[in-house]
Every structure is written in structure tokens, then in C-alpha cells.
């Protein structure tokens, strides 16, 4: 039978540092996720990503944005 030695320590606030290292990178990539989303999508689909508000480029202003 063999007996086996650890020497290290612990101390109480190790626990509290995983875990804040834990959620931590949890969250970090929540927001990595949430920011790319669109590109995300868009290579898991394999279409060009959408752009925000809905407009493209060329897409001409309305007639109220017009000074008269």
C-alpha cells in the first residue's frame, strides 16, 4: 500500500478567484458572441452579412430628408 504526500494549500480565497475566472470568461464570450452574431450567422449560412437599419449603400434618402 502506497501513501501518498500532497504538500500545497489552498487557501479560501483561491475558490472565490476560480470562480470569478469562471464566469468571467463566461460572459466574456457571451459578448464576443453578441457582437458578431450577424458575421456569425452569416458564415454558418453562407450568406453576406446583414447590415444594420436595414438599408443598403446606394439606397436613395427619403423625400423628408430633402431641405426644400
Do not use: C, E, N
Not at 12 to 27: C, K, M, N, R, Y
Not at 31 to 60: C, E, H, M, N, S
Amino acid at each position: 500500500m502506497q501513501i501518498l504526500v500532497v504538500l500545497g494549500y489552498l487557501d479560501p480565497g483561491t475558490g472565490s478567484v476560480v470562480i470569478q475566472a469562471v464566469v468571467g470568461s463566461l460572459l466574456g464570450a457571451l459578448l464576443v458572441i453578441k457582437l458578431y452574431w450577424r458575421k456569425i450567422l452569416a458564415f454558418l449560412t453562407g450568406r453576406k452579412p446583414a447590415r444594420r437599419g436595414g438599408q443598403t449603400p446606394d439606397a436613395k434618402p427619403h423625400q423628408s430628408d430633402q431641405s426644400s
